[in-house]
T-cell receptor, first 117, second 114 residues
Framework: GAGVSQSPRYKVAKRGQDVALRCDPISGHVSLFWYQQALGQGPEFLTYFQNEAQLDKSGLPSDRFFAERPEGSVSTLKIQRTQQEDSAVYLCASSSPGTSYSNQPQHFGDGTRLSIL | GENVEQHPSTLSVQEGDSAVIKCTYSDSASNYFPWYKQELGKGPQLIID?????GEKKDQRIAVTLNKTAKHFSLHITETQPEDSAVYFC?????????????FGSGTQLTVLP
């Protein structure tokens, strides 16, 4: 597709269950980002990949959160033993690499709305 | 780390009037400032961006200004239309170090009244 695709669009899970969220970036984009957006707030950075390498995971809130991008394309964000405070929209964005001085725009998917009961 | 503050949190204007949203940032190393529009149930959509070597950028009815000295930047929308109604986010990016992340403001709910 032409844009960033995320699935599922909605996910409901019971507290304590594990969930997996998928992101298909724009074809050819080597940089991929995950963000968490709480209701009424701006997106907050979780983690960043360049190709298959996870270069920054400083935003992951706990060790229950894990992200991977094994072949440098599709990425999965996994949350283990979910808790109610994990309820949020999880956004994925991708961009061309750019240089260290010049950044390329990040293009977002429509997100996965996660509700933990 | 970077901190971005955005004002106002809500803004109502009459159709045809102008709207201005302002943001400040804390990290003087930040050098890229995008603006996103987010409609209900959708992801943020990039509408305009500006880099630190430019003071102003325009794209039809949308313009962004940057004051590096004061560390603030603003979004200007002229001749507003009902379809401009959405939540707008500013963001700042610092690529000078190892960080590779955008820091977002808290958003402005813009309502254009017909």
């Amino acid at each position: 597709g032409a844009g960033v695709s995320q699935s599922p669009r909605y996910k409901v899970a019971k507290r304590g269950q594990d969930v997996a969220l998928r992101c298909d970036p724009i074809s050819g984009h080597v940089s991929l980002f995950w963000y968490q957006q709480a209701l009424g707030q701006g997106p907050e950075f979780l983690t960043y990949f360049q190709n298959e390498a996870q270069l920054d995971k400083s935003g992951l809130p706990s060790d229950r959160f894990f992200a991977e991008r094994p072949e440098g394309s599709v990425s999965t964000l996994k949350i283990q033993r979910t808790q109610q405070e994990d309820s949020a929209v999880y956004l994925c964005a991708s961009s061309s690499p750019g240089t260290s001085y010049s950044n390329q725009p990040q293009h977002f998917g429509d997100g996965t709305r996660l509700s933990i009961l | 780390g970077e901190n971005v503050e955005q004002h106002p949190s809500t803004l109502s204007v009459q159709e045809g009037d102008s709207a201005v949203i302002k943001c400040t940032y804390s990290d003087s190393a930040s050098n890229y400032f995008p603006w996103y529009k987010q409609e209900l149930g959708k992801g943020p959509q990039l509408i305009i961006d500006i880099r630190s070597n430019v003071g102003e950028k325009k794209d039809q009815r949308i313009a962004v200004t940057l004051n590096k000295t004061a560390k603030h930047f603003s979004l200007h929308i002229t001749e507003t239309q009902p379809e401009d109604s959405a939540v707008y986010f500013c963001a700042a990016w610092d690529s000078s170090g190892s960080a590779r992340q955008l820091t977002f403001g808290s958003g402005t709910q813009l309502t254009v009244l017909p």
